[in-house]
């Protein structure tokens, strides 16, 4: 019995510094996610205007990868990541919020 109670803490330790990393990827990939409007508006309205105006609503990822690699204009943004990527289309498949007039 001695042997498990010995090698228990390093169970525990192991599990947590798992979790930790689990924990933290998954908060990276929202903090991307989250981003997906700032990343349009930095990337994207100078050609496809505003988001609230934009002309390319709900594109796929793939698309959007598609076009960056076919069309010579849009190749500075080939250093996006994948999740950068979907991170826009997201934003892209969210519809805009209703402008009200006063």
Do not use: Q, W
């Amino acid at each position: 019995m001695p042997v498990f109670s010995e090698r228990r803490p390093h169970r525990l330790l192991s599990c947590l510094v798992l979790f930790s990393l689990l924990v933290s990827s998954v908060a990276g990939a929202e903090d991307v996610a989250g981003n997906g409007a700032t990343l349009y508006a930095s990337h994207c309205s100078a050609c496809h205007r505003p988001l609230s105006r934009t002309d390319i609503n709900d594109r796929p990822a793939k698309r959007i990868r598609s076009a960056i690699s076919v069309f010579p204009m849009m190749s500075p943004l080939r250093s996006l990541s994948d999740a950068e990527v979907a991170a826009i289309a997201a934003v892209l498949a969210t519809p805009p919020a209703p402008v009200t007039l006063r």
